[in-house]
């Protein structure tokens, strides 16, 4: 996707595997796996990148894909600009799986 970058860390389309589109936002499959890494295990920040979870009071913010606030979902993830639910990642990882032709892990 040239011409396009990561919302959340700025990879050109270019230097990405792939991206996935959103509603004026894009996600590469490096922030993909990190910010689900940092779903799975909160406190290990192992994998985290630049990301960190929304905190549990914050009722406001809204996943950037699909516009669910904190109370329509339990994970929320953010980095620079953009939010991203566990929803919303999981469709992502499927996305970039097909993508690139390697099965969803």
């Given amino acids: 996707m040239a011409g396009r970058s990561c919302t959340f860390c700025g990879r050109s ?3 990405a ?3 996935v589109a959103g509603p004026g936002v894009y996600i590469c499959e490096r922030c993909t796996q990190d910010a689900s890494q940092l779903i799975a295990s909160p406190g290990s920040g192992h994998g985290a990148g630049p ?20 109370g329509g979902t ?17 469709l992502c990882r499927e996305i970039h799986a097909e993508q690139q032709g390697t099965p969803d892990t």
């Fill in 51 to 70: 990301f960190g979870l929304v905190p549990p009071g914050d009722q406001e913010t809204a996943c950037s894909f699909c516009g669910k606030r904190r």
């Fill in 74 to 90: 339990a994970d929320l993830v953010t980095a620079r600009t953009a939010v991203i639910c566990g929803e919303c990642l999981t």
């Fill in 13 to 15: 389309g270019i230097e």
């Fill in 17 to 19: 595997a792939s991206l």
